[in-house]
């Protein structure tokens, strides 16, 4: 059975759990909602499975902070013997449209940190990413505030349809591969 990483970036505690810097952990608990699944904590995250077709999808939720993300997913890449073509690192980005999905296997880091600390931690760039759009709708000098702010009303309206796209992109990773979940999901 083929297994696959999925690392949903965020940040753990509730002052962050609604936030744009968290959407890794929305379309994680997604998933685990879609298949009747849940988190368990373990070490450097919370983890939940998922079995769809044959493929084992585990979803981790790392509980290093953003910054760091790149410990957990490599112990959980170690642990669980995950070969690189097979993790797929869920984050936000600021360069896209809100709710605007982009899949790519591999690439820079684009100032992210998570992204940035688990380039490091792997040595490669070489890893697909679904980047989710959260617009850059902010006032100069106020990036922090507002990739660690709440979803305005209008992007909570339609958050439940973009997180849908997203899992069906995750699950579409494993079971279609990447050149056919970019083909179909990018920029939708």
């Given at each position: ?24 952990f929305l379309v994680a608990d997604t998933l ?22 044959g493929r084992t999808f585990i ?130």
């Amino acid at each position: 059975m083929k297994k696959y990483l999925i690392a949903c970036l965020g940040n753990i505690g509730a002052e962050y759990a609604n936030t744009r810097h968290n959407i890794g952990f929305l379309v994680a608990d997604t998933l685990v909602k879609d298949h009747n699944a849940s988190f368990t904590t373990q070490k450097l995250g919370d983890l939940a499975e998922i079995k769809v077709k044959g493929r084992t999808f585990i979803l981790l939720k790392p509980s290093t902070y953003m910054n760091l993300s790149g410990k957990a997913v490599r112990y959980w890449m170690e642990k669980e013997n995950i070969p690189l073509e097979n993790l797929l690192v869920i984050c936000d980005d600021l360069n896209i449209p809100f709710g605007t999905i982009r899949i790519k296997g591999k690439g820079s880091d684009g100032g992210h940190n998570g992204l940035k600390d688990i380039q490091a931690q792997l040595n490669t760039q070489q890893y697909a990413r679904l980047r989710f759009g959260i617009s850059s709708n902010f006032e100069s000098g106020r990036q922090i505030d507002y990739v660690l702010g709440e979803w305005a009303p209008e992007e909570q309206t339609l958050l439940p349809e973009r997180l849908q796209k997203s899992a069906e992109a995750v699950l579409s990773f494993g079971l279609a591969g990447l050149n056919i979940t970019m083909n179909t999901f990018n920029n939708k």
